[in-house]
T-cell receptor, first 116, second 109 residues
Framework: GAVVSQHPSWVICKSGTSVKIECRSL??????MFWYRQFPKQSLMLMAT?????????EQGVEKDKFLINHASLTLSTLTVTSAHPEDSSFYIC????????????FGQGTRLTVV | GQNIDQPTEMTATEGAIVQINCTYQ??????LFWYQQHAGEAPTFLSY??LDGLEEKGRFSSFLSRSKGYSYLLLKELQMKDSASYLC??????????WGAGTKLIIKP
């Protein structure tokens, strides 16, 4: 199957700093990328959807100024957590899809963010 | 509103068969996915159904009935490594994935 590479796998940062997470589709063109976060023992929560070259669409309750998403190319999307706080500590997962009606979404490995 | 229901937790015995059900009510339907997620890891794709019927893939099979808003994932010859959460997700009319909360499957020897 197609490969989506997410980097870094884990990161620890200090409160107030910013962290960038990268999501790359290695062998297909990802016209749409999704960013999720998952708290322990809870389901995935969609944060935002981004289409290449367009502004991301954020889900209700997700601060777009805090979670900056860039999808500048068909193979790369980035999520930047700005001015991180301990409550932002979570597991962040990206997924990517090609264009087309019934294409599946492929997931990155996830990034575990710990803010201290 | 959009809603996907699946059992919170199930327990089964190694070597047995287990069926995990998923019912959904969504605005439009463009396919249903099943994913497996081990603790601390990202979900991995198991199956995709867009037409009614049964799709078999090795030990795993997935069934869909669009008229009933119902799907199930069938796992045969259970192995200990099958202990994981199984997530049902529906692609709605806007091609967004609507996720169920997941079913934690516990396999006992």
């Amino acid at each position: 199957g197609a490969v989506v590479s997410q980097h870094p796998s884990w990161v620890i940062c200090k409160s107030g700093t910013s962290v960038k997470i990268e999501c790359r589709s290695l062998d297909f063109q990802a016209t749409t990328m999704f960013w999720y976060r998952q708290f322990p023992k809870q389901s995935l929560m969609l944060m935002a959807t981004s289409n290449e070259g367009s502004k991301a669409t954020y889900e209700q309750g997700v601060e777009k100024d805090k979670f900056l998403i860039n999808h500048a190319s068909l193979t790369l999307s980035t999520l930047t957590v700005t001015s991180a706080h301990p409550e932002d500590s979570s597991f962040y997962i990206c997924s990517a899809r090609e264009s087309g009606e019934h294409t599946e979404a492929f997931f990155g490995q996830g990034t575990r963010l710990t803010v201290v | 509103g959009q809603n996907i229901d699946q059992p919170t937790e199930m327990t089964a015995t190694e070597g047995a068969i287990v069926q995990i059900n998923c019912t959904y009510q969504t605005s439009g339907f463009n396919g249903l996915f099943w994913y497996q997620q081990h603790a601390g890891e990202a979900p991995t794709f198991l199956s995709y159904n867009v037409l009614d019927g049964l799709e078999e893939k090795g030990r795993f099979s997935s069934f869909l009935s669009r008229s009933k808003g119902y799907s199930y994932l069938l796992l045969k010859e259970l192995q200990m490594k099958d202990s994981a959460s199984y997530l049902c997700a529906v692609l709605d009319s806007n091609y967004q994935l609507i996720w169920g909360a997941g079913t934690k499957l516990i396999i006992k020897p």
